[in-house]
C-alpha cells in the first residue's frame, strides 16, 4: 500500500488498473473508545465551489442519484470507528474537477481528541491502493483529509490534513454550500421515543385526508451533525418481567409455527413486509438484482393465470420510479427445502409472458459462481429476458445486522422493525437459520476417506466441496454482520481458471489428502484465517500467520507477541516462521509464556513471521445437532477471533527485509 504524507499525490492509475470504482475509508480512536465523527464529501467545480447544495453529501444527503457518491455509514474498528464512502469515479459528472473527503465533529469536540487519525483508499476489488495518516490535526471541529482530481483525463489523490476551526460550516461555506443559520442541530432519539413519534404521525396521517397531487419541498441539506442514526442499544435494557420465564411480546411469532408451509408464508410476509417499511434495507436487498430505487410495493398470495392451473408465487416486488415500473416473482423455501427446478422454470416462463423483470428465490442454500441452484431454460425467441436472482437467510440476515446493529437507519422507528426481524430470523422456530446440511454425500465421502476407497474423479467429492464453499461463504456473513466488517472467502487459483474446474481440483485433493481448506479476510485484522477440516484425524485447525514487525528484535517480537495473547486459550500453538526449508520452534502458549525466548531459532535463521493456531475436534452429524460438523466449524472460527484474532495488533505491519540471527532485545 501507497503511504502519502501531507501535500503529497498520487495517480490512481499507477496503482491499480481497476479504478473505475474506489472505496475511502476515514477512521481514528480514541481514548475512551466513545469519541467519533461524521464524514461529508462536495464535489467542485473549476472554480472551487459546489454547483448546487445538492453537491453537498452528508448523513441526511447521503446517495447521489446517478449512485456516483454513497456514504456507506460506520463500521467499528478497536478503539473506534471508520466510516466508508464508495465513489464510481466513472460516473462522476464531467463538469466536477475535485472531490472533496472531510469529517467533522460535533457539541464543540475537536479532532485534535482523536487518535489514529487516517484515510485509505481501495480499488474495486478491495485491495489497498494508499494510505494518509493526519498528524496533529489540533482543536479543530472539521477537518479536510483528502481530495481526488482529474488530470489528463485520469484521477489523482492528494493528502491535505487541513483543519478548519470554524466547523463544518466553516468548511462548507468555503466551497458554496449556502448554511441555513437558523437551523438548530435535531437531537437524538432512542427506538422507543422514536417508536411513540412515529405511532402518532400514523394516526394523524389517518384522521387527515391527504389533499391531492402534494408535492412535499425538497429538503436542503444543512450541515447539522447532531442528529444521529438509530443503531440497536449494545447493552440490553433490565426487563421488568417478574420472572425470567415471562416471554417479550414480539411483533413476528414464531413459536406456534407447525408446518413447512406455515413457515414459508410467514417468512416471506415478514420479510416483504419489512423491505417496504424500512426504504435502507430494501433497496439493500434488491439493488443487486438490478432494481431501481424508488417506491416499493410487495404483495404475497398472489394467484397468476396459467392456462387451467393458475399459478400462486409466494411473493411479487414492484419498484416504480420515474413512471417505470420494475417487477419480480419470489419463490421462498425454508426449514432447509431444496428449490424445485420444475416450479422455477413455471414461474419463469410466466415472469417472460406478463413482462416481469425477474424471479427472486430464497432458501436456506447458498449460491456459488458457475453453480445456480436451479437450471432454467430461457425461450430465446421472447423480447422479455427474465433474469434469474437467489437470496439466501444468511444474506438476508447479514444485511439486516449491517443496519442495525453498525451502520443505523434514519428512523427509529425503522429500527425496531428491524430488531423484531432479525428476533423473527434467529428464531428456532422460523426455518430461516441458512445453510444447515453438507447434503447426501457427506457421509459417505467421509467413509471413503476413512477405508481410502475414494478415488479422483468421484462426482461425490465435488459435491461436498460445494457444501464446504457454501459453509465458508455463510460463516463469512455471520461473522461480518456480526463484527459490522467486511469477510471474504480468499480465493488462491490460477488467472482465468472456471469456478466449476476450481472446485473439481479442490475435490481431488480431497481425495488424495482428505482436508477440506479455507482462508477468511477480515477487514482490519494482520493477517487472513485460515481453516482447515482434516477428515482423517476429525480435527478442525484455524490458524493466522502475522509476518514479522519491521523493526527490533526478535526477542523482543516474542515477548510483545506473548503479551498481546495474554487472554488467548493456553493450547493455542505457536509457530515461528523462518526462511528456509527447515521449519522453526513452536510449541504451546501455556508452555511459551514464560520462557518467551524459546520460540527464537537456535540455528540464527531469519525470522519471517509467526503462526498461530487452535484445534477442535469436528462433529460427525450432517445437521444442526450439537455434534454436527457445521455446529464445530461455527464454533471454532468464533472462538479463534474472539480469543486469538481480537487480541492482535489491528494495525497489520507492514513487509519486513528479515534480520539475522536471534539478538537480544
Known amino acids: 500500500m501507497h503511504e502519502m ?25 480514541s481514548p475512551t473508545g466513545e469519541g467519533d465523527a461524521d464524514v461529508s464529501v462536495l464535489l467542485l467545480t473549476t472554480d472551487g465551489r459546489v454547483r448546487s447544495d445538492a453537491d453537498f453529501y452528508f448523513y441526511n444527503n447521503p446517495v447521489a442519484p446517478d449512485g456516483s457518491v454513497q456514504l456507506l455509514g460506520k463500521a467499528p474498528t478497536a478503539g473506534g470507528s ?36 487516517r484515510v485509505s483508499v481501495a480499488d474495486a476489488s478491495g485491495e489497498g491502493l494508499l494510505r494518509y495518516s493526519v498528524e496533529e490535526a489540533g482543536a479543530v471541529g472539521a477537518l479536510l483529509f483528502g481530495e481526488f482530481y482529474r488530470r ?20 462548507a461555506t468555503d466551497f458554496g454550500v449556502d448554511i441555513d443559520d437558523a437551523a438548530e442541530a435535531e437531537p437524538e432519539v432512542t427506538v422507543e421515543q422514536a417508536v411513540v413519534e412515529a405511532a402518532a404521525a400514523v394516526v ?8 391531492a ?9 444543512r450541515p447539522r451533525t447532531a442528529k444521529k442514526k438509530v443503531t440497536l442499544p449494545k447493552v440490553a435494557k433490565k426487563s421488568l418481567a417478574e420472572n425470567d420465564a415471562w416471554r417479550t411480546a414480539r411483533l413476528f411469532p414464531a413459536s406456534a409455527l407447525k408446518s413447512d408451509r406455515e413457515r414459508e408464508t410467514r417468512a416471506t410476509s415478514v420479510l416483504l413486509s419489512v423491505m417496504t417499511q424500512v426504504p435502507e434495507f430494501g433497496r439493500r436487498l434488491t439493488a443487486g438484482f438490478g432494481a431501481p430505487a424508488g417506491r416499493m410495493e410487495t404483495f404475497t398470495e398472489v394467484t397468476l393465470p396459467n392456462g387451467d392451473s393458475p399459478r400462486r408465487p409466494d411473493g411479487v416486488v414492484r419498484v416504480e420510479r420515474a413512471g417505470k415500473l420494475w417487477t419480480a416473482l419470489v419463490e421462498t423455501k425454508t426449514n432447509g427445502n431444496a428449490l424445485r427446478q420444475e416450479q422455477v422454470q413455471a414461474y419463469v416462463d410466466i415472469a417472460a409472458r406478463r413482462g416481469y423483470e425477474a424471479v427472486i428465490t430464497l432458501s436456506n442454500d447458498v449460491e456459488l459462481d458457475g453453480s445456480p441452484l436451479v437450471e432454467v431454460k430461457t425461450d430465446g425467441r421472447r423480447k422479455n429476458k427474465v433474469a434469474l436472482w437467489h437470496l439466501s437467510w444468511a444474506e438476508v440476515t447479514h444485511q439486516a445486522q449491517m443496519l442495525i446493529r453498525h451502520e443505523g437507519v434514519a428512523n427509529g422507528a425503522h429500527a425496531w422493525l428491524l430488531q423484531e426481524l432479525l428476533h423473527y430470523l434467529q428464531h428456532e422456530n422460523s426455518g430461516c437459520h441458512g445453510f444447515q ?9 467421509r467413509k471413503g476417506i476413512d477405508d481410502e476407497t475414494l478415488c479422483q474423479g468421484d462426482t461425490r467429492a465435488v459435491d461436498v466441496v460445494e457444501s464446504w464453499k457454501r459453509l465458508v461463504r455463510q460463516v463469512c456473513l455471520r461473522l461480518g454482520g456480526e463484527l459490522g466488517q467486511k469477510v471474504l472467502p480468499v480465493q488462491r487459483a490460477r488467472r482465468g481458471a472456471e469456478p466449476q474446474a476450481r472446485r473439481a481440483e479442490l475435490a481431488d485433493r480431497l481425495c488424495t489428502d482428505g482436508k477440506l481448506d479455507a482462508e477468511l479476510r477480515i477487514e482490519g485484522t494482520p493477517g487472513v484465517l485460515a481453516l482447515c477440516a482434516d477428515l482423517r484425524t476429525g480435527k478442525l485447525r484455524t490458524s493466522i500467520e502475522i509476518p514479522a514487525p519491521e523493526q527490533g528484535y526478535p526477542l523482543t517480537w516474542a515477548k ?4 498481546q495473547l495474554d487472554e488467548a486459550p493456553a493450547d493455542l500453538h505457536v509457530e515461528t516462521l523462518v526462511d528456509g526449508d527447515l521449519g522453526g520452534p513452536r510449541g504451546t502458549l501455556e508452555r511459551l509464556r514464560p520462557e518467551p525466548a524459546d520460540m527464537l531459532p537456535r540455528n540464527g535463521a531469519q525470522i519471517t513471521g509467526f503462526r498461530l493456531s487452535l484445534f477442535r475436534g469436528m462433529g460427525n452429524t450432517r445437521g444442526n445437532a450439537e455434534s454436527g460438523f457445521i455446529r464445530s466449524v461455527d464454533d471454532s472460527v468464533d472462538r479463534f477471533h474472539t480469543s486469538v484474532v481480537e487480541s492482535l495488533d489491528r494495525r497489520a505491519p507492514r513487509p519486513r527485509q528479515p534480520v539475522v540471527g536471534a539478538a537480544a532485545g
Not at 510483545?560 to 503479551?563: C, G, Q, Y
Open 152 to 171: 489528463s483525463g485520469d484521477w489523482k489523490f492528494r493528502a491535505i490534513g487541513q483543519g478548519y476551526g470554524s466547523g463544518l460550516a466553516g468548511l
Open 213 to 221: 397531487a402534494v408535492v412535499p419541498p425538497r429538503a436542503e441539506p
Open 437 to 445: 446440511n453438507m447434503g447426501p454425500a457427506w457421509v459417505p465421502v
Open 5 to 29: 504524507i501531507k501535500g503529497a499525490n498520487v495517480g490512481l492509475t499507477s496503482l491499480s488498473t481497476d479504478v473505475g470504482s474506489v472505496m475511502v475509508s476515514l477512521g481514528w480512536s
Open 560 to 563: 510483545r507477541l506473548v503479551r
Open 204 to 211: 394523524e396521517q389517518a384522521a387527515v385526508p391527504e389533499p
Open 82 to 117: 471508520e466510516d466508508r464512502i464508495t465513489f464510481d469515479l466513472s460516473a462522476i459528472p464531467s463538469q466536477v474537477e475535485r472531490i472533496v473527503v472531510a469529517a467533522s465533529r460535533h457539541e464543540g469536540a475537536g479532532f485534535g481528541e482523536l487518535d489514529d487519525l
